[in-house]
């Protein structure tokens, strides 16, 4: 995946773990919804991770996840 449109993984209420494996080109903040409600996990590379926790604090995502670096 190089982008992440906005609404892209609307209504997956049952999502729990994202894994990104490189730094998305374009990331709009409304690609992880409120009805993602489930998401516990967001596993980035570490070299964006600082990238990665901008983009998801301004989105519209649950703040009871936690930003990881590496794959599960």
Known sequence: ITTMEAYALDDMPALKT??????VTSYNA???TSTCTAIEKIYVPSSA???????FSSSAISTSY???TGTP
């Open 66 to 68: 936690t930003i990881l």
């Open 30 to 32: 409304n690609a992880i």
């Open 49 to 55: 991770l600082s990238y990665y926790r901008g983009k």
């Open 18 to 23: 994202l894994v990104f494996l490189g730094r």
